[in-house]
C-alpha cells in the first residue's frame, strides 16, 4: 500500500498556506483601496481649489483684468500633500500586486498538491489491480500445470482400458472452455459490469482522496 500520509500533510501545508495568502491579500487589497480613497478625496479637494481660483481669476478680467503674472496660488500643504498620498499609493499597490502573485503560486501549489493526492490514490488502485492479476496469473499458471498432468494421465488410463472417476472428466471437460463464459454472463453485467463494486470502488477513492477513508488513519506502510 502506497504512503499517502506524506501528501496528505503536503496537501495541508499548502492549503495553510494558501489560507495565509489569501489573508495577507485581503488586508493589501483594504488597505489599496483606502490609499486610493485617499487620493481621490484629495484630488477632488485640489480640483474643487483650482475651480474656485480660475473663478477669481475669471471676475478679476472681467474687471478689467490683473496683469499676466496675476499669481494663481494653490495651498502648497493640500498639493503636497496630494504629491505623498499618490506615491503612498503606488507602494501600497505595487505590495498588493506582489501578494497577488503570492497568492496565485499558493492556488497553484495546492492544484498541485492535489493532483499529487489523485495520482497516489489512483496508483494504490492500480497496485490492487496488478496484484489480483499477479494472483490470477499464478493460478492459472497452476491450472494449467495440474490440469495437463491430470489430462494425460487420464489418457493413459483409458489406453490401458480403465476410466478416470466422474470427478476427473468433470473438471477437465471445464478446463476445455472458457474459464469465464462471457455467454453465461448475466446480462446486465454483461451490460454495465459490476456497477455496486464499480459505485464502492468510487466512494473508497473520493474518500482516500478527501482523507477521511479508515485507512487513511493507518498511516500505511510503504512497500
Known sequence: MNNLE????????????LESARQALDRAQRIEAA??????ALEERLAQAEAAQAAQLADAI???GPSADFPSAIDDGL????????SD?????????????AHAKAQADLAAAERTV????????????ITSARQVAHHLDETIRLGKALLHLSIAEEVNGRHPPSEVTEVLAR???PLIDRHHVAINLMKDGDVLGAAKRSARRAALI?????????RFATK
Open 89 to 101: 499609493l503606488s507602494i501600497k499597490s505595487k505590495a498588493l500586486g506582489s501578494l497577488k502573485r
Open 35 to 40: 490609499a486610493t480613497m485617499h487620493v481621490h
Open 175 to 177: 478446463l476445455d472452455l
Open 210 to 218: 478527501a482523507g477521511e477513508y479508515p485507512e487513511c488513519n493507518e
Open 79 to 86: 498639493a503636497s500633500a496630494l504629491v505623498s498620498a499618490r
Open 118 to 129: 489523485v495520482a497516489a490514490v489512483d496508483q494504490i488502485f492500480r497496485d490492487e489491480d
Open 62 to 64: 472681467a474687471a478689467g
Open 6 to 17: 506524506p501528501h496528505y500533510q503536503a496537501r495541508n501545508t499548502t492549503r495553510a498556506k
